[in-house]
């Protein structure tokens, strides 16, 4: 396996990113599913695909507990493509509002 460029870029990337030119915004595409643009040096971040792609994930292993990972994986992307943008928003919104806060853990 290929290792990483080295602390030196990731040492970049981190001062990019608190750099401050970062915003969050909904993207819209007809062709996928885009987290993130970058214009010149401005970041934008669309965390609302992400989020969503995690809840229905989740969710889908505590509606069917016996499914493997895989199927898991599969019938989320599945029901994804099937959101709207406006239902992929209001996932993200409702995440937002009803998500309570608890301390990081390492996963089992
Ligand atoms: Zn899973």
């Not at 595409?29 to 809840?55: K, L, S, W, Y």
Request: hydrophobic fraction near 40%; glycine fraction near 6%.
């Amino acid at each position: 396996m290929k290792r990483p460029k080295g602390p030196g870029l990731l040492v970049e990337v981190l001062a990019e990113l608190g750099a401050g030119r970062i915003y969050e915004r909904f993207i819209s595409d007809d062709q996928m599913f885009v987290h993130g643009e970058t214009v010149g040096r401005t970041i934008t971040v669309n965390p609302a695909v992400a989020v969503a792609d995690t809840c229905l994930h989740e969710a889908i292993h505590a509606v069917r507990p016996a499914w493997s990972e895989n199927y898991v994986r599969r019938t989320t992307t599945f029901l994804l493509r099937r959101l709207s943008d406006e239902q992929i928003q209001a996932v993200y919104s409702e995440f937002q509002k009803r998500a309570k806060k608890r301390p990081a853990r390492r996963a089992t």
